[in-house]
Protein backbone atom coordinates (compact mmCIF):
# COMPACT_ATOMS: atom_id res chain seq x y z
CA UNK A 1 0.00 0.00 0.00
CA UNK A 2 2.29 2.80 -1.06
CA UNK A 3 -0.20 5.69 -2.48
CA UNK A 4 -3.43 6.39 -2.02
CA UNK A 5 -6.01 6.96 -5.04
CA UNK A 6 -5.59 10.35 -6.61
CA UNK A 7 -1.78 9.37 -6.98
CA UNK A 8 1.35 10.70 -4.85
CA UNK A 9 3.16 8.88 -2.05
CA UNK A 10 0.71 7.93 1.38
CA UNK A 11 1.78 9.49 4.77
CA UNK A 12 2.36 6.25 7.33
CA UNK A 13 0.63 7.79 9.63
CA UNK A 14 -2.37 7.99 7.31
CA UNK A 15 -1.53 4.59 6.42
CA UNK A 16 -1.26 3.34 9.97
CA UNK A 17 -4.89 5.21 10.93
CA UNK A 18 -6.12 3.25 8.16
CA UNK A 19 -6.13 -0.28 8.87
CA UNK A 20 -7.91 -2.13 12.52
CA UNK A 21 -5.95 -2.81 15.62
CA UNK A 22 -5.99 -6.33 14.52
CA UNK A 23 -3.30 -5.66 11.57
CA UNK A 24 -1.75 -3.01 13.26
CA UNK A 25 -1.19 -5.41 16.24
CA UNK A 26 0.40 -8.24 13.86
CA UNK A 27 2.54 -5.45 12.86
CA UNK A 28 4.21 -4.17 16.17
CA UNK A 29 4.14 -8.29 16.82
CA UNK A 30 6.31 -8.80 13.57
CA UNK A 31 8.56 -5.83 14.41
CA UNK A 32 10.36 -8.52 17.19
CA UNK A 33 11.44 -10.95 14.58
CA UNK A 34 10.81 -13.79 16.40
CA UNK A 35 11.58 -15.98 13.69
CA UNK A 36 15.05 -14.44 13.96
CA UNK A 37 15.18 -16.61 17.80
CA UNK A 38 16.75 -19.62 15.58
CA UNK A 39 19.78 -16.50 16.37
CA UNK A 40 19.99 -18.02 19.95
CA UNK A 41 21.72 -20.88 18.50
CA UNK A 42 25.03 -19.54 18.99
CA UNK A 43 24.35 -19.71 22.75
CA UNK A 44 24.62 -23.20 22.82
CA UNK A 45 28.21 -23.56 22.26
CA UNK A 46 28.50 -21.46 25.59
CA UNK A 47 26.45 -24.04 27.21
CA UNK A 48 28.10 -27.49 26.39
CA UNK A 49 32.08 -25.81 26.27
CA UNK A 50 31.71 -25.32 30.11
CA UNK A 51 30.00 -28.69 30.25
CA UNK A 52 32.83 -30.59 28.49
CA UNK A 53 36.05 -28.51 30.47
CA UNK A 54 34.13 -28.68 34.03
CA UNK A 55 32.69 -32.52 33.45
CA UNK A 56 29.62 -31.18 35.27
CA UNK A 57 27.17 -28.63 35.45
CA UNK A 58 24.23 -26.67 38.29
CA UNK A 59 21.74 -27.94 40.00
CA UNK A 60 19.70 -25.36 38.28
CA UNK A 61 20.40 -25.93 34.76
CA UNK A 62 17.46 -26.48 33.31
CA UNK A 63 15.85 -23.50 35.14
CA UNK A 64 18.62 -21.22 33.88
CA UNK A 65 18.56 -22.58 30.37
CA UNK A 66 14.60 -21.44 30.19
CA UNK A 67 15.25 -18.62 31.38
CA UNK A 68 18.41 -17.66 29.59
CA UNK A 69 16.94 -18.06 26.61
CA UNK A 70 13.46 -16.46 26.95
CA UNK A 71 15.67 -13.17 28.49
CA UNK A 72 18.45 -13.82 25.44
CA UNK A 73 15.71 -13.54 23.15
CA UNK A 74 13.66 -10.59 24.58
CA UNK A 75 16.69 -8.72 24.81
CA UNK A 76 17.19 -9.80 20.85
CA UNK A 77 13.96 -8.77 19.99
CA UNK A 78 14.35 -5.30 21.64
CA UNK A 79 17.13 -5.00 19.12
CA UNK A 80 14.81 -5.93 16.27
CA UNK A 81 11.94 -3.36 17.23
CA UNK A 82 14.14 -0.18 17.40
CA UNK A 83 16.47 -1.40 14.54
CA UNK A 84 13.81 -1.84 12.22
CA UNK A 85 11.83 1.42 13.42
CA UNK A 86 14.54 3.94 12.78
CA UNK A 87 15.83 1.91 9.47
CA UNK A 88 12.04 2.33 8.22
CA UNK A 89 12.95 5.49 5.92
CA UNK A 90 15.90 3.29 4.48
CA UNK A 91 13.79 -0.06 4.15
CA UNK A 92 11.52 2.18 1.37
CA UNK A 93 14.28 2.17 -0.66
CA UNK A 94 15.71 -1.69 -0.27
CA UNK A 95 13.64 -3.92 -3.20
CA UNK A 96 12.67 -6.57 -0.69
CA UNK A 97 12.75 -4.74 3.09
CA UNK A 98 10.02 -2.11 1.53
CA UNK A 99 7.32 -4.70 2.25
CA UNK A 100 8.38 -4.71 6.07
CA UNK A 101 5.65 -3.19 8.73
CA UNK A 102 7.63 -0.14 9.45
CA UNK A 103 8.63 0.98 6.21
CA UNK A 104 4.76 0.49 5.41
CA UNK A 105 3.82 2.39 8.18
CA UNK A 106 1.49 -0.13 9.69
CA UNK A 107 3.66 0.86 13.23
CA UNK A 108 3.01 3.56 15.45
CA UNK A 109 6.56 4.72 16.08
CA UNK A 110 5.34 6.44 19.91
CA UNK A 111 3.81 2.28 20.58
CA UNK A 112 7.45 0.92 18.93
CA UNK A 113 9.84 2.91 21.27
CA UNK A 114 7.15 1.61 24.61
CA UNK A 115 7.87 -1.66 22.99
CA UNK A 116 11.63 -1.81 22.76
CA UNK A 117 12.32 -0.88 26.30
CA UNK A 118 9.37 -3.31 27.90
CA UNK A 119 10.97 -5.99 25.92
CA UNK A 120 14.59 -5.24 26.91
CA UNK A 121 13.39 -4.84 30.71
CA UNK A 122 11.67 -8.33 30.72
CA UNK A 123 14.91 -9.77 29.21
CA UNK A 124 16.63 -7.79 32.18
CA UNK A 125 14.55 -9.05 35.25
CA UNK A 126 14.61 -12.76 33.71
CA UNK A 127 18.42 -12.16 33.53
CA UNK A 128 18.66 -10.92 37.37
CA UNK A 129 17.56 -14.62 38.14
CA UNK A 130 20.13 -15.99 36.92
CA UNK A 131 23.52 -14.17 38.41
CA UNK A 132 25.58 -10.86 37.42
CA UNK A 133 27.44 -11.54 35.13
CA UNK A 134 25.05 -13.08 32.80
CA UNK A 135 23.03 -9.64 33.54
CA UNK A 136 25.69 -7.95 32.58
CA UNK A 137 26.08 -9.58 29.21
CA UNK A 138 22.56 -9.14 28.33
CA UNK A 139 22.41 -5.36 29.17
CA UNK A 140 25.71 -5.38 27.07
CA UNK A 141 24.09 -7.12 24.13
CA UNK A 142 21.40 -4.51 24.25
CA UNK A 143 23.58 -1.66 24.19
CA UNK A 144 25.10 -3.28 21.38
CA UNK A 145 21.82 -2.95 19.67
CA UNK A 146 21.83 0.88 20.54
CA UNK A 147 24.65 1.29 18.91
CA UNK A 148 24.32 -0.29 15.81
CA UNK A 149 21.07 1.61 15.55
CA UNK A 150 21.23 4.94 16.80
CA UNK A 151 22.47 8.58 16.38
CA UNK A 152 24.97 9.93 16.75
CA UNK A 153 26.99 6.18 16.75
CA UNK A 154 25.04 4.18 14.36
CA UNK A 155 27.99 1.89 13.64
CA UNK A 156 25.58 0.04 10.70
CA UNK A 157 26.83 3.36 9.05
CA UNK A 158 30.21 2.93 8.97
CA UNK A 159 32.16 0.86 6.99
CA UNK A 160 33.48 -1.93 8.39
CA UNK A 161 32.87 -0.92 11.76
CA UNK A 162 29.40 -2.27 10.71
CA UNK A 163 30.40 -5.54 9.83
CA UNK A 164 32.51 -5.56 13.70
CA UNK A 165 30.01 -4.21 15.82
CA UNK A 166 26.95 -6.36 14.74
CA UNK A 167 29.41 -9.40 14.77
CA UNK A 168 30.21 -8.97 18.90
CA UNK A 169 26.50 -9.76 19.44
CA UNK A 170 28.23 -13.48 18.62
CA UNK A 171 30.54 -13.40 21.56
CA UNK A 172 28.12 -11.79 23.82
CA UNK A 173 25.69 -15.07 22.79
CA UNK A 174 28.41 -17.43 23.56
CA UNK A 175 29.09 -15.48 26.98
CA UNK A 176 25.25 -15.78 28.05
CA UNK A 177 24.88 -19.52 27.73
CA UNK A 178 28.53 -19.88 29.69
CA UNK A 179 27.22 -17.97 32.21
CA UNK A 180 23.90 -19.79 32.43
CA UNK A 181 26.28 -23.23 33.15
CA UNK A 182 28.78 -21.54 35.58
CA UNK A 183 29.67 -17.76 37.01
CA UNK A 184 33.40 -18.97 38.19
CA UNK A 185 35.08 -20.61 34.84
CA UNK A 186 36.47 -17.78 33.20
CA UNK A 187 35.60 -18.38 29.07
CA UNK A 188 39.01 -18.60 26.91
CA UNK A 189 39.57 -14.87 24.98
CA UNK A 190 40.53 -17.38 22.21
CA UNK A 191 37.04 -18.79 21.99
CA UNK A 192 35.85 -15.61 22.32
CA UNK A 193 37.57 -14.06 19.28
CA UNK A 194 37.41 -16.82 17.19
CA UNK A 195 33.38 -16.62 17.66
CA UNK A 196 33.11 -12.78 16.81
CA UNK A 197 35.13 -13.33 13.51
CA UNK A 198 33.27 -16.24 12.86
CA UNK A 199 30.51 -13.92 13.20
CA UNK A 200 32.35 -10.88 11.03
CA UNK A 201 32.29 -13.61 8.40
CA UNK A 202 29.01 -14.69 8.05
CA UNK A 203 28.05 -10.71 8.56
CA UNK A 204 30.90 -9.56 5.41
CA UNK A 205 29.13 -12.38 3.22
CA UNK A 206 25.85 -11.24 3.93
CA UNK A 207 26.89 -7.38 2.71
CA UNK A 208 28.50 -9.19 -0.12
CA UNK A 209 24.86 -10.96 -1.43
CA UNK A 210 23.35 -7.83 -0.63
CA UNK A 211 25.49 -5.30 -2.30
CA UNK A 212 25.53 -8.17 -5.37
CA UNK A 213 21.96 -8.31 -5.33
CA UNK A 214 21.26 -4.55 -5.26
CA UNK A 215 23.44 -4.31 -8.12
CA UNK A 216 23.14 -0.05 -8.54
CA UNK A 217 25.90 1.44 -6.07
CA UNK A 218 23.79 4.70 -5.76
CA UNK A 219 20.36 2.79 -4.65
CA UNK A 220 22.60 0.50 -2.43
CA UNK A 221 24.50 3.90 -1.01
CA UNK A 222 20.96 5.16 -0.39
CA UNK A 223 19.64 2.33 1.70
CA UNK A 224 22.59 1.64 4.11
CA UNK A 225 25.20 4.34 3.51
CA UNK A 226 28.10 2.02 4.32
CA UNK A 227 27.47 0.41 0.78
CA UNK A 228 28.79 3.84 -0.63
CA UNK A 229 32.60 2.49 0.81
CA UNK A 230 32.10 -1.05 0.19
CA UNK A 231 32.65 -2.65 -3.89
CA UNK A 232 32.26 -6.75 -3.97
CA UNK A 233 35.98 -6.75 -3.78
CA UNK A 234 37.02 -5.36 -0.49
CA UNK A 235 33.54 -6.73 0.90
CA UNK A 236 35.33 -10.14 0.27
CA UNK A 237 38.75 -9.37 1.04
CA UNK A 238 37.50 -8.49 4.51
CA UNK A 239 35.86 -12.01 4.59
CA UNK A 240 39.22 -13.88 3.82
CA UNK A 241 40.59 -12.00 6.59
CA UNK A 242 37.80 -12.76 9.02
CA UNK A 243 37.92 -16.24 7.64
CA UNK A 244 41.96 -16.41 8.71
CA UNK A 245 41.32 -15.40 11.63
CA UNK A 246 38.70 -17.09 12.71
CA UNK A 247 40.48 -20.06 11.94
CA UNK A 248 43.77 -19.08 13.70
CA UNK A 249 41.75 -18.63 17.05
CA UNK A 250 39.97 -21.93 16.37
CA UNK A 251 43.41 -23.50 16.37
CA UNK A 252 44.63 -21.65 19.32
CA UNK A 253 41.42 -23.08 21.64
CA UNK A 254 41.65 -26.22 20.10
CA UNK A 255 45.65 -27.03 21.11
CA UNK A 256 45.56 -25.33 24.49
CA UNK A 257 42.14 -26.76 25.14
CA UNK A 258 40.92 -29.25 23.35
CA UNK A 259 43.37 -31.15 21.02
CA UNK A 260 40.57 -33.71 19.96
CA UNK A 261 38.89 -30.89 17.92
CA UNK A 262 41.36 -30.81 15.77
CA UNK A 263 39.34 -33.25 13.96
CA UNK A 264 36.41 -31.31 13.45
CA UNK A 265 38.42 -28.92 11.27
CA UNK A 266 37.86 -30.18 7.53
CA UNK A 267 33.91 -30.11 8.34
CA UNK A 268 34.48 -26.75 9.37
CA UNK A 269 35.95 -25.51 7.00
CA UNK A 270 33.56 -27.38 4.65
CA UNK A 271 31.03 -25.30 6.40
CA UNK A 272 32.45 -22.29 5.81
CA UNK A 273 33.12 -22.90 1.99
CA UNK A 274 29.35 -23.59 1.00
CA UNK A 275 28.54 -20.76 2.84
CA UNK A 276 30.72 -18.51 0.91
CA UNK A 277 29.47 -20.26 -2.07
CA UNK A 278 26.03 -19.71 -1.08
CA UNK A 279 26.63 -15.75 -1.11
CA UNK A 280 26.89 -15.83 -4.80
CA UNK A 281 23.35 -17.01 -5.32
CA UNK A 282 20.65 -14.40 -6.08
CA UNK A 283 18.08 -14.99 -2.93
CA UNK A 284 20.23 -17.21 -0.80
CA UNK A 285 19.48 -17.44 2.94
CA UNK A 286 23.27 -15.74 2.76
CA UNK A 287 21.31 -12.50 3.37
CA UNK A 288 18.60 -14.11 5.95
CA UNK A 289 20.32 -16.66 8.11
CA UNK A 290 17.16 -17.15 9.82
CA UNK A 291 15.48 -19.21 6.65
CA UNK A 292 18.87 -21.20 6.44
CA UNK A 293 16.73 -24.16 7.16
CA UNK A 294 15.28 -24.00 3.47
CA UNK A 295 18.90 -24.71 2.45
CA UNK A 296 19.07 -28.69 2.77
CA UNK A 297 22.28 -29.10 1.69
CA UNK A 298 24.00 -26.24 4.26
CA UNK A 299 21.50 -27.85 7.10
CA UNK A 300 23.38 -31.49 6.27
CA UNK A 301 26.59 -30.14 6.54
CA UNK A 302 25.44 -27.72 9.80
CA UNK A 303 24.54 -31.11 11.63
CA UNK A 304 27.38 -32.90 10.71
CA UNK A 305 29.48 -30.32 11.98
CA UNK A 306 27.69 -30.21 15.79
CA UNK A 307 27.31 -33.51 15.83
CA UNK A 308 31.17 -34.50 15.13
CA UNK A 309 32.27 -31.25 17.52
CA UNK A 310 29.65 -32.67 20.16
CA UNK A 311 31.18 -35.87 20.43
CA UNK A 312 34.65 -34.61 20.18
CA UNK A 313 33.91 -32.44 23.26
CA UNK A 314 32.99 -35.27 25.34
CA UNK A 315 35.07 -38.28 23.55
CA UNK A 316 38.87 -38.64 24.52
CA UNK A 317 41.37 -39.67 22.34
CA UNK A 318 44.70 -40.29 23.90
CA UNK A 319 47.02 -40.97 20.50
CA UNK A 320 46.38 -37.16 19.14
CA UNK A 321 48.55 -35.56 22.12
CA UNK A 322 51.40 -38.54 21.29
CA UNK A 323 51.21 -36.81 17.31
CA UNK A 324 50.95 -33.14 18.69
CA UNK A 325 53.59 -33.43 20.93
CA UNK A 326 56.10 -30.41 19.94
CA UNK A 327 59.07 -32.50 18.06
CA UNK A 328 61.44 -29.67 18.90
CA UNK A 329 63.25 -29.30 21.76
CA UNK A 330 61.48 -26.12 23.65
CA UNK A 331 65.38 -25.00 24.21
CA UNK A 332 65.89 -24.64 20.67
CA UNK A 333 62.98 -21.89 19.94
CA UNK A 334 64.77 -19.57 22.09
Known sequence: MSSISGGGPQCPAIIYQGYGWKKRLAAHVS?????????????????????????SWPSNLWRNLVLGFLSTTFIACSNYVINETLDAPFDRLHPFKKDRPAALGLVSV????????????????????????????AVLL????????????????????????????NPLRLLLGWYIVSSQLVPPISLLCCYWMLGCYFMGLKRFSELREIGKCDLAGSYRESFKHYTERSL????????????????????????????SFPIVAWVMCTYFQMAFTAGSAVQNPEKLYREPRIMVELGIAVVTI?????????????????????????
Request: with cysteine; proline share 6%.
Open 142 to 169: WIMGCVYNIRPIRTKNVVYLDVLSESVN
Open 31 to 55: LARLDHSIKNIFVIPGIVIPISLAH
Open 310 to 334: TVLLFVDIPWLAVIFTPSIPTHALR
Open 110 to 137: PIAYAQWIAMMLIGVVMAIEISVPFTIV
Open 236 to 263: LQSVVFYCSSSMLLFGAFIIRYRMELIL
